[in-house]
Structure formats: C-alpha cells, structure tokens
C-alpha cells in the first residue's frame, strides 16, 4: 500500500465558499497518481465528530458526483442548501488497512462553506432606491427655494427702481384765457387730446416725463374772473424733481 500510495496527490483547491440557502453547492476535489486500494469519501469535519456528506457506496439524495464513475475527479454537487450545511468539507482518501479495515490515507485542507441571506441583495436594492429618492427630493426642494430667492430679489428690484431715480411730482399745467399778466393760450378739446398725443409720445424719447393726465378743473366762481378768462382744464405732467 505504500508503494502503491507513492506519487499520490489528492487537490482541495477551494478555501472558502459562499451559498445562499437553497441553492447548489459544488465542492472540487481532484486525485492524481494513483493511490492504494480504498474509498473517497466526502467528511464534515474531521475527528470522532465528524459526519459523511458523501461516498460511493450509500444513498445521499441531495448529492451527486460531477463527473459520474470518474477515478480522478470526486467533486461533488450538494442541491436545495441549508443552514444546517455551513461546516469545514474535507475530501478524503482511504486505504485498507492490514485488519480489513478503512484509515485516512490522505486528506484535502478543508473547504469552509458558509452561508449568507438571499434577501441581502434586495435589502440592499432598496436601501440605494431610497436614498435615490431623496436626492432628487433634496434637489427639487433646493431647486424650487433658489427660483423663489431669484424671483423675491427681481420683485425688490422692480419696487427699488422708482425710489433710485428720484421722487416726481406733478406739475400742472393750467390752460387760461385773458389773464392779464399772462399769456393767451386758446385750447379746444381737439387741442388738449392733440397734447395729450404729443406728450405720451415725448414721454417714450424723454426719461424725465413719465406720464401726462389730462383732468377738468372746477368752475370758477363767475364774480372773481369774466367768463372768457376761466380755466377749462389743465394737464399735469410728472417729471423728476431736481
């Protein structure tokens, strides 16, 4: 058996080993060279506790070979995994021993199977959504605060613009007739509405007028002023006082 074991070499190449419940394990192991007459066997652990996962004699029903009636390759399949599963898996070569019994003739270093929740990956998912969610939330708050701000500072601007160019008042402008002293200036009503025409539009060349308004003035009292010498109407202009 010796001899027969020389050039032996048995490969557990898998060191560590992640599952989720319920899905399918695969275990590698390899043999080469030959090897003394003896079973392989697949352990969960080693020592006085351990248990049989897998050999060739026997029923494992969520086990199988890979590679069917192979003497080289012993990797295993284990189906449908459980909690119960996680563990050290060794793969173990047996040889007879001279009282007709089975020794470890050689072993692989062991493969630590663990197991972690399938519902991680959802529960991660999820968590990356929300936080999604509150980005863009965050960003249409900030979004929707810098358009009101935007929108606050042009209302003040449009309310401060009048005050920075100077107070205006109006400045009458009475149209009389026959005062002595003063000059004569006959308006008809065609001719006030004519000036009222030409001051609107001086109003668009010349930033100092801003508005004309054309208003009837009261009756003047018939003892003070003949009839021909009452003011009729006046036109007030606003201008920037100086």
Same mark, same amino acid.
């Given at each position: 058996?010796? @001899?027969? =074991? ?20 695969? !275990? ?14 697949? !352990? ?5 506790? /351990?248990?049989?996962?897998?050999? @060739? ?11 069917? $009636? ?19 898996? &060794? ?6 021993? #001279?009282?007709?019994?089975? $020794?470890?003739? *050689?072993? =692989? ?5 663990? !197991? ?19 980005? #863009? #939330?965050?960003?249409?708050?900030? !979004?929707?605060? &810098? ?7 042009? $209302? +003040? ?42 001051? *609107? *539009?001086?109003?668009?060349?010349? /930033? ?19 009839? +021909?010498?009452?003011?009729?109407? &006046? ?6 006082? *100086?």
């Amino acid at each position: 058996g010796a @001899q027969a =074991g020389r050039g032996f070499e048995l490969q557990q190449p898998q060191d560590k080993v992640w599952v989720a419940a319920g899905e399918t394990l695969y !275990l590698a192991c390899t043999m080469s060279g030959g090897g003394p007459p003896g079973a392989v066997r697949w !352990l969960k652990g080693l020592g006085s506790g /351990n248990k049989t996962v897998y050999e @060739q004699k026997g029923s494992f029903p969520r086990v199988t070979r890979v590679v069917s $009636e192979s003497d080289t390759d012993f990797s295993i399949h284990i189906r449908d995994v459980r909690p119960e599963d996680a563990g050290t898996y &060794y793969c173990v070569k047996f040889s007879k021993s #001279l009282l007709g019994g089975d $020794e470890v003739f *050689q072993h =692989g270093r062991g493969t630590v199977v663990s !197991l972690h929740e399938t519902a991680l990956v959802p529960s991660m998912v999820a968590v990356a959504v929300v936080l999604c969610f509150l980005l #863009l #939330l965050s960003f249409f708050i900030a !979004l929707c605060m &810098y358009r009101r701000k935007r929108r606050g500072e042009v $209302e +003040s601007q449009c309310l401060a613009r009048p005050a920075a160019t100077g107070s205006f008042l109006p400045i009458p402008l009475r149209c009389c007739a026959g005062s002595s002293g003063t000059p004569r200036f006959d308006f008809s009503c065609a001719s006030i509405h004519h000036l009222c025409a030409l001051l *609107q *539009q001086s109003s668009k060349e010349d /930033n100092d007028i801003h508005y004309a308004d054309l208003q009837p003035l009261p009756v003047a009292p018939q003892h003070s002023r003949s009839p +021909s010498a009452a003011c009729s109407e &006046y036109a007030s202009i606003r201008v920037a006082a *100086q």
